[in-house]
């Protein structure tokens, strides 16, 4: 009885750390609740075990009722490998989980230390840089980032909670070799930032350049075509000097920080200085590209007309070779309406042909969208 005891004593203890292990690090898989009842399986056994040992554990209670004594420890030994044989039912069928969760658990001190050590080197890193890189924003954000992990990682510690330790370690390795990497990073900044804002001067300049031509464009414009066209456009040359201004302020302040010792956050500006240069050529593009294409339809209107026949026709013979014509075919023949219905409506001594490629261009996507749908369908054939 005493060995069948000790032998499942000794398996409920690996089992229990492995199930502690688990729930801890994977609660998810939910071992703990079904180790429950094979807990108060084995519970039950060793209270049955204690009791029959108290009462027949000396050789007097053994003498006067032998037969009753033989019988209750045959009972308990039965009880006591039957636990065990459940604890090893419940074990093996779990295995692979329950050992991968103890191998792990039996690495958490060495990962705090681990990462611990990670934080030492990224520090020292940070004492031994120059001044100037410890108030770069990249490291001082670094920096503060893995104080915060530390202390994260303190106070799983004293929670004894082994998955929020593991987390945690991982945060402060992290938090670490960013720091790191903003250190190494930091020479470089300065020396990137003075090329990026000869650069972004340089585009400056030629933007500007370009924003001149946009007056002449657009007056062009109202010369030439009807007021309609280029109704939308009325604002695009105040529009684009405004984001000229913004990009030559960020510039200016730019120059001020890098002299101030301060890349970084120069390069954050002359982000902002080219989107403001990229609306600023938006709004030039927009004028100079409307005329452009109005004058091309001016030329030939019935060029863009035929294309979008075009397109048409090739979507008709699409659907026919395909067996779509019942499904597709009526609404590609009402595009013909469209497309007609569109250039009528160049009359006039200034016909509005921005109207007349506003209506093309719509009928022409919507034919895109139709091919689209009737080549999908064709493909699930």
């Given amino acids: 009885m005493v060995s069948a005891f000790l032998d499942m004593d000794k398996r409920q203890t690996i089992a229990a750390a492995a199930v502690k292990a688990s729930s801890e690090l994977f609660p998810e898989r939910g071992l703990s609740q079904a180790w429950k009842p094979i807990r108060e399986k084995c519970y039950e056994a060793v209270s049955n075990y204690l009791a029959t040992s108290e009462r027949y554990g000396n050789d007097q209670a053994l003498h006067r ?6 019988a209750a420890f045959e009972k308990s030994v039965a009880e006591l490998v039957s ?16 050992e991968q969760a103890t191998a792990t658990m039996s690495t958490i001190p060495v990962l705090g230390h681990q990462a611990r050590a990670a934080a030492d080197a990224a520090r020292r890193a940070l004492d031994d840089a120059d001044q100037h890189f ?17 202390m994260a990682l303190a106070q799983a510690e004293r929670n004894e909670r082994a998955d929020a330790i593991r987390v945690e370690a991982e945060h402060v390795r992290a938090a670490a070799a960013a720091l790191q990497e903003a250190l ?4 470089s900044t300065q020396r990137h930032a003075q090329m990026t804002v000869s650069a972004v001067s340089t585009r400056l300049a030629a933007v500007r350049t370009r924003v001149d031509r946009l007056d002449p464009a657009y007056s062009a414009l109202l010369r030439e075509f009807n007021a309609a066209s280029s109704a939308d456009l009325v604002n695009n040359s105040g529009r684009s000097r405004e984001h000229i201004g913004q990009a030559d302020a960020d510039l200016q ?34 004028v100079t590209g409307r005329l452009a294409t109005l ?3 001016r030329a030939d ?3 863009k007309e035929r294309q979008v026949r075009f397109r048409l026709k090739d979507a008709q013979m699409f659907a026919v070779n395909h067996g779509l014509v019942a499904e597709w075919g009526s609404v590609l023949d009402a595009q013909l309406a469209r497309i007609e219905r569109a250039s009528a409506s160049l009359t006039g001594t200034h016909p509005d042909y921005w109207s007349y490629v506003v209506q093309l261009d719509s009928v022409s996507a919507f ?6 749908k009737m080549r999908m369908r064709a493909g699930r054939h």
């Fill in 65 to 70: 009722d032998a037969r009753t004594a033989t």
């Fill in 83 to 98: 636990a065990a044989q459940s604890i090893d039912a419940f074990y093996n069928g779990n295995r692979a989980h329950l």
């Fill in 134 to 150: 410890s108030e770069y924003p990249s490291v001082v954000t670094s920096a503060e980032h893995l104080d915060s992990a530390l």
């Fill in 184 to 187: 190494a990073q930091a020479p």
């Fill in 253 to 286: 302040e730019a120059v001020e920080a890098l002299a101030a010792g301060n890349p970084e956050h120069a390069l954050a500006l002359m982000a902002e200085a080219r989107v403001h240069l990229a609306e600023a050529e938006a709004c030039v593009d927009a």
């Fill in 295 to 297: 004058r091309a339809v």
């Fill in 301 to 303: 209107p019935t060029e």
């Fill in 367 to 372: 034919i895109a969208e139709i091919v689209e």
